[in-house]
């Protein structure tokens, strides 16, 4: 059975970052692409990043600030997020989720994903 699991978030302050753990199981994990979303308080889920199996990226949001980072350790079977400088408007549920792709560059679109995580809670306050 296809799992997701995410953890690392929390309480942080302005300017703090925090690095999201995404732990797979229960399928090939290098045949599928795992992308990051966020849900923040009365707003629409967002696509943030997705990484394909071969280690290709897309990054929707701050695409080229690196305030957020994708990357992936296949040993590990698990996707990390890595979120700098933070501010209170990236306060929300950070989701991970997964679909089957054996190609390079994935797809952010949360249509085509079908395998999704609980979610863990980022806040950001002072």
């Known amino acids: 059975q296809l799992q997701l699991v995410e953890s690392g978030g929390g309480l942080v302050q302005p300017g703090g970052s925090l690095r999201l753990s995404c732990a797979a199981s229960g399928f090939s994990f290098d045949s599928y692409a795992i992308g990051w979303f966020r849900q923040a308080p009365g707003k629409e889920r967002e696509e943030i990043a997705c990484i394909s199996g071969t280690g290709a990226t897309a990054t929707v949001i701050e695409s080229g600030t690196g305030r957020f980072i994708i990357s992936r350790d296949d040993a590990k079977n698990s996707v990390y997020l890595q979120l700098n400088s933070l501010q209170p408007e990236d306060t929300g549920v950070y989701y991970c989720?997964?679909?089957?792709?054996?190609?390079?560059?994935?797809?952010?679109?949360?249509?085509?994903?079908?395998?999704w995580g609980q979610g863990t809670q980022v806040t950001v306050s002072s």
């Open positions: 989720a997964a679909y089957s792709f054996l190609g390079s560059i994935c797809s952010v679109s949360e249509e085509h994903y079908n395998y």
